[in-house]
């Protein structure tokens, strides 16, 4: 079976992993990014009546400021962000998905009106909303040194999870190189943003590790 190549950063590569492993598939990890904290200004707390968070990256990164909003209610897309809304102190943790888009529209369905966005500097555009919406941006992502040269020898399935990381690793891989490579994007935006001639270029139905693994699973037989 041929493996899998996560380009993601940590700590999301190894949760790819472990979900790979479990079906049986061969991770190789080699992040194209890291993820740093930014430093911020917290805002006071009384101006808002939810938080938003649409990575997981989000909770560890604010940090200790963060405490001063864990009284209101925090609207995650899915587990592993719940999840890291919990650790970082929220109690009344609320889950929707696929995207932020599904989530900025439950939000705004529920009756919350300012709502704090914590997020990485490169965030999506969200939607237009009735609700005012304020983007405090507590990391960002940057470029490491890592080379998956070595690693494209093993003929992996390859998994793309941002437009970024998209985007890097069309630079890294010369254009007579890729008609012999596979792609799995998390999204249609992250499989364009790859750029054309690889062999073959796979956009996931709904944007999640569960929707790119399974493909992967079919590919790597």
Same mark, same amino acid.
């Given at each position: 079976? *041929?493996?899998?190549?996560? /380009?993601?950063?940590?700590?999301?590569?190894?949760? !790819? #992993?472990?979900? @790979? %492993?479990?079906? =049986?598939?061969?991770?190789?990890?080699?992040?194209?990014?890291?993820?740093?904290?930014?430093?911020?200004?917290?805002?006071?707390?009384?101006?808002?009546?939810?938080?938003?968070?649409?990575?997981?990256?989000?909770?560890?990164?604010?940090?200790?400021?963060? *405490?001063?909003?864990?009284? /209101?209610?925090?609207?995650?897309?899915?587990?592993? !962000? #719940?999840?890291? @809304? %919990?650790?970082? =102190?929220?109690?009344?943790?609320?889950?929707?998905?696929?995207?932020?888009?599904?989530?900025?529209?439950?939000?705004?369905?529920?009756?919350?009106?300012?709502?704090?966005?914590?997020?990485?500097?490169?965030?999506?555009?969200?939607?237009?909303?009735?609700?005012?919406?304020?983007?405090?941006?507590?990391?960002?992502?940057?470029?490491?040194?890592?080379?998956?040269?070595?690693?494209?020898?093993?003929?992996?399935?390859?998994?793309?999870?941002?437009?970024?990381?998209?985007?890097?690793?069309?630079?890294?891989?010369?254009?007579?190189?890729?008609?012999?490579?596979?792609?799995?994007?998390?999204?249609?935006?992250?499989?364009?943003?790859?750029?054309?001639?690889?062999?073959?270029?796979?956009?996931?139905?709904?944007?999640?590790?569960?929707?790119?693994?399974?493909?992967?699973?079919?590919?790597?037989?």
């Amino acid at each position: 079976m *041929r493996p899998v190549l996560i /380009l993601r950063p940590q700590p999301g590569a190894g949760r !790819t #992993a472990q979900r @790979a %492993r479990a079906m =049986g598939l061969e991770p190789l990890v080699c992040p194209l990014f890291e993820i740093v904290p930014v430093v911020w200004n917290p805002p006071e707390p009384a101006q808002f009546d939810a938080v938003m968070l649409t990575s997981a990256n989000a909770a560890p990164m604010g940090g200790p400021a963060l *405490r001063r909003y864990n009284h /209101l209610p925090c609207w995650c897309v899915g587990e592993a !962000t #719940a999840k890291a @809304a %919990r650790n970082a =102190g929220f109690i009344d943790v609320h889950i929707q998905g696929p995207d932020g888009s599904a989530l900025v529209t439950a939000i705004t369905d529920a009756g919350h009106r300012h709502i704090l966005h914590l997020a990485g500097r490169h965030v999506r555009a969200l939607p237009d909303t009735s609700s005012q919406i304020d983007h405090i941006i507590v990391y960002e992502s940057v470029e490491t040194e890592a080379d998956p040269q070595p690693l494209l020898a093993l003929n992996p399935v390859i998994l793309i999870h941002s437009p970024r990381a998209a985007v890097t690793l069309a630079r890294l891989v010369p254009a007579e190189r890729r008609r012999e490579l596979d792609l799995i994007a998390i999204s249609a935006s992250a499989r364009d943003a790859a750029g054309t001639g690889w062999r073959r270029a796979l956009a996931c139905p709904t944007p999640d590790d569960a929707a790119m693994l399974a493909l992967a699973l079919e590919m790597c037989q």
